[in-house]
């Protein structure tokens, strides 16, 4: 063999030895990687977040925790400890925080968590103005809100239907704790307090309003459907607490009107039969239960007049008679309660009436809107009464007596109208601790009245502050479809002519009229009436008046009876509308196309709450619905009417028939 050919094969077979020895045929290790859970969050100030990280592919797991890209965070964008345990600022606010590799520190993994230094929900429709905006809500936003990213997380359940909004609390001491709580009335006259974040539901305390603690007496219970009104199962099958509640965090304290009956003959019947009927205000403690200020009352009131129009005397509260529909409101101490009646049925009136809050047992401040004439309830499909920077009161009535347009003297019935309401000392023509400061009624009141087109079945909202024009607006919409607009300052009254030309604006908003109250946000009305859609109307504040074109609609039209919109935002950025379908809210639903006026209930009358959530902005583009997912996932419980959705801390709450239904970012 030639010296080239063996120096091949010696080539070759060290060559072949190497391969042979693992020289460099084996696959190489996987690179690491760092995972985070969960991968959005969201907390209230003072509330802590645990974040988990997950190391593989290196023996090394240990990692290094940032927030908005500062090792172990700060005290403005929150701190993380070693652990992953995230503390946040004490300011509103959105951050990142990443996991890093220790043996790999460019191998990361973040998440999302908000912060929301929201003070509470405290009362319908997040405050006084009534707008409906929760402009501290920095969890929820286009990229959010998403099938993926967004659903149902749980329910608590409950022992009758939730036709209040519930109210969400943050940072309360209870349970052994500090936790955010949600607090939910039903028409089985109970009150809940859940944990609002804690899955599976957490219950701290549930009280009973008509046990002996809470002022109950042998045989009392919730108020039977037909024995009240018109048998039409407006509400159904029990009246208890129908009016959202309201809370004075400072004292922690929640007031709310039940309702109940001992029942007497033909109890059933549809009769008005008779019984015993009662409406108390409670005052609890939100942190057990347990009555406060020498609660709870019953409600009674007396005012001078004719009642019904034929007879000089007295006009009493009668409680078989009146319905809290509206939700409560809360002003410097006093706590506001509203009435109208059960389906219309007469003989009833409107009534406001004014407690001290921390003494029930005082006598409350009176208004009586028709105390010579009749009707002229206080409904609002819910709503509460509105309250300015003054603590003036602003309610609107439905279908009544007028004076104007009736010969009934003297000059105070209110019926169709919107009033200003001012505390102040001693007996007035409507009452006592009441005085009407300033009013208006649409032109064509008598023909409203007559038609039962309720000026007062949508609740007035209060416009923020302007700079051009009348500075205190006010917006109106009832079941005329008509969006009033109106100088709080100088309401206009009535007008002799045949238009409102008294006042500063009026077009046609919901063809069908409305069933609740709008929402207001970043100069937008949004107004949802049934048979209709979402509209969004815009305001000029340079000019101090509505673009009476729709700016956008949603595709989505709803029935009866419409929705009360609510909104979230990142101050004036990341706005959604939320809205509920309640088409199917249960007995006489005009929606389901069969008889939904008989009872048992058909099991087709009543189907799921569906929650609704649109770009504000936009209302074509709709981010998401709780039957967008499959299989079922994000569904709500039966639905129920009037009732807002509530949205805080990364999170919206939906009262329907059965449970409360929590949705919120998917983990």
Not at 120 to 143: C, I, K, P
Not at 500 to 526: C, E, M, R
Not at 612 to 625: F, G, R
Request: with cysteine; hydrophobic share 35%; aromatic share 10%.
């Amino acid at each position: 063999m030639t010296k080239n050919a063996w120096a091949f094969v010696l080539v070759s077979l060290g060559v072949l030895g190497l391969a042979g020895c693992g020289g460099g045929g084996g696959t190489p290790p996987p690179p690491p990687t760092v995972s985070i859970s969960p991968q959005r969050a969201a907390v209230a100030i003072g509330q802590t977040q645990q974040f988990n990280a997950t190391v593989t592919g290196v023996s090394n797991t240990g990692v290094t925790w940032s927030v908005d890209g500062t090792e172990g965070g700060s005290g403005t964008v929150g701190t993380i400890s070693a652990s992953g345990l995230y503390t946040p600022p004490s300011s509103g606010s959105s951050h990142t925080v990443t996991a890093a590799s220790t043996a790999s520190p460019s191998t990361t993994a973040s998440a999302t968590i908000a912060v929301t230094d929201l003070a509470g929900v405290f009362t319908y429709h997040n405050d006084s103005t009534r707008a409906g905006a929760n402009t501290q809500e920095y969890a929820l936003s286009s990229t959010t809100v998403t099938t993926s990213t967004f659903g149902k997380l749980f329910s608590c359940a409950v022992d009758g239907a939730v036709y209040t909004q519930p109210l969400w609390v943050p940072g309360l001491t209870i349970g052994g704790g500090t936790h955010n709580v949600l607090l939910v009335a039903t028409q089985h006259d109970s009150v809940y307090v859940f944990d609002a974040d804690a899955n599976p539901c957490v219950t701290y305390w549930q009280a009973h309003l008509l046990d002996s603690t809470h002022g109950g007496t042998a045989g009392e219970q919730p108020v039977v459907w037909q024995d009240v009104g018109y048998c039409y199962g407006d509400i159904y099958p029990e009246v208890g607490v129908t009016g959202t509640p309201v809370i004075d965090s400072g004292t922690q304290t929640i007031y709310l009107v039940s309702a109940s009956e001992i029942p007497g003959v033909n109890s059933g019947n549809c009769s008005l039969p008779q019984g015993s009927y009662f409406h108390k205000l409670h005052a609890l403690d939100i942190l057990t239960g347990n009555e406060k200020f020498n609660a709870p009352v019953a409600i009674a009131a007396q005012v001078v007049g004719n009642g019904d129009g034929s007879s000089g005397g007295f006009v009493s509260f009668a409680s078989q008679l009146e319905h809290n529909r509206s939700g409560l409101a809360l002003n410097n101490g006093t706590v506001y309660v509203a009435f109208a009646a059960h389906e219309d049925a007469s003989p009833y009136h409107g009534w406001v009436l004014g407690y001290n809050g921390s003494d029930l047992t005082l006598p409350p401040s009176v208004f009586n809107t028709t105390p010579n004439g009749g009707l002229g309830g206080i409904w609002g499909g819910g709503g509460a009464p509105a309250i300015d920077a003054t603590g003036d009161v602003y309610v609107a009535t439905g279908n009544g007596i007028f004076d104007a347009s009736s010969p009934i003297k003297p000059f105070n019935d209110y019926g169709d109208s919107v009033l200003r309401l001012h505390p102040s000392l001693g007996l007035t023509s409507n009452g006592v601790g009441l005085s009407l400061v300033s009013w208006f009624t649409p032109w064509d009141q008598a023909t409203l009245s007559s038609e039962d087109a309720d000026l007062g079945f949508g609740a007035p909202v209060l416009l923020p502050d302007q700079t051009v024009g009348p500075a205190h607006l006010l917006a109106e919409v009832g079941k005329d479809g008509l969006v009033r607009l109106i100088n709080r300052d100088n309401m206009g009254q009535i007008n002799g002519g045949s238009s409102d030309s008294q006042i500063l604006q009026f077009f046609t908003g919901p063809v069908n009229g409305l069933w609740g109250t709008p929402a207001f946000w970043q100069n937008s009305l949004y107004v949802g009436g049934q048979g209709d859609s979402l509209r969004q109307f815009t305001f000029d504040s340079s000019t101090g008046l509505f673009n009476t074109t729709t700016a956008s609609f949603s595709s989505q039209s709803y029935g009866y009876p419409g929705v009360t919109p609510s909104i979230s935002s990142q101050g004036a950025s990341n706005g959604i509308l939320w809205g509920i379908d309640s088409g199917l809210y249960g007995y006489a639903s005009p929606n389901a196309g069969v008889n939904c006026g008989t009872s048992p209930l058909p099991a087709a009358c009543t189907g799921p709450a569906v929650l609704h959530a649109y770009d504000a902005t936009n209302l074509a583009v709709e981010y998401w619905n709780s039957t967008m997912a499959s299989g079922s996932r994000d569904q709500a419980g039966n639905a129920v009417k009037f009732v807002p959705p509530t949205i805080a801390n990364g999170k919206v709450y939906v009262g329907t028939r059965t449970e409360v239904d929590v949705y919120g970012l998917l983990p």
